[in-house]
Every structure is written in structure tokens, then in C-alpha cells.
Nanobody
Framework: QAQLVESGGGLVQAGGSLRLSCAASGLTFSSVTMAWFRQAPEKEREFVAAITGRRLHTDYADAVKGRFTVSRDNAKITMYLQMNSLNPEDTAVYYC????????????????WGQGTQVTVSS
């Protein structure tokens, strides 16, 4: 049974930065694609970023390209999301997910999810 635990969320002013972490267990971590999603109030969960296991190929949603950076440390079994130039539209609960059965940017591809961490950006 995979377990994913996010941390690093909080309240930040617009223009600020946060770094989220996702600690994983129960996965062959270095072999699987990992991803970040987010869900704002009354909105559907949406893709943010993904990173493959060994070759470290990355993919980003258009809304975060150039501002967010996804990375991973396979030795620490942890994935990160560095978020810069935050704006109020980035306010959401951020979830990590792992080992997709299909497309890495699709919510329906994942059955392994963390509990989420709240990110709030004030204007």
C-alpha cells in the first residue's frame, strides 16, 4: 500500500515562494512517475506538474510554466514543488500522486494520493 505525505504548504503573500515536499513509501519510487495536482474551492482537481522516475523528464500545466519547478530526490524518496511568483489564483489544496496507470497529467490515472497541503496566497 503506497503512502504519500505532503508538507510545506502555508500562507504567503502574492509574489512570494513556497516549496512543497511529498514523502513516499510503498512505491518503487525511483521507477515511477510522480505528479502534483491542485484543487481550489468549488473547482475540479487539476494537473500542475509531473516528473518521470529515472530520466527526470518534466511536464507542467500552462498556468505554472516558468514559475513552478518539480524535482525529486530518489535517494530520499521525496518529490518537491518549488513555487515562485505565487499569485492568488494559485490558492488551492496541493496533492501529490504517484505511479499513473495512464497519462501522467490525468487525475483518473492515479490511485495513489496524498492527503493534500493547503497553499493560500494573499493579494
Amino acid at each position: 500500500q503506497a503512502q504519500l505525505v505532503e508538507s510545506g504548504g502555508g500562507l504567503v503573500q502574492a509574489g512570494g515562494s513556497l516549496r512543497l515536499s511529498c514523502a513516499a513509501s510503498g512505491l518503487t519510487f525511483s521507477s515511477v512517475t510522480m505528479a502534483w495536482f491542485r484543487q481550489a474551492p468549488e473547482k475540479e482537481r487539476e494537473f500542475v506538474a509531473a516528473i518521470t522516475g529515472r530520466r527526470l523528464h518534466t511536464d507542467y500545466a500552462d498556468a505554472v510554466k516558468g514559475r513552478f519547478t518539480v524535482s525529486r530526490d530518489n535517494a530520499k524518496i521525496t518529490m518537491y514543488l518549488q513555487m515562485n511568483s505565487l499569485n492568488p489564483e494559485d490558492t488551492a489544496v496541493y496533492y501529490c500522486a504517484g505511479d499513473p496507470a495512464g497519462r501522467a497529467n490525468s487525475v483518473s490515472s492515479y490511485r495513489n494520493w496524498g492527503q493534500g497541503t493547503q497553499v493560500t496566497v494573499s493579494s
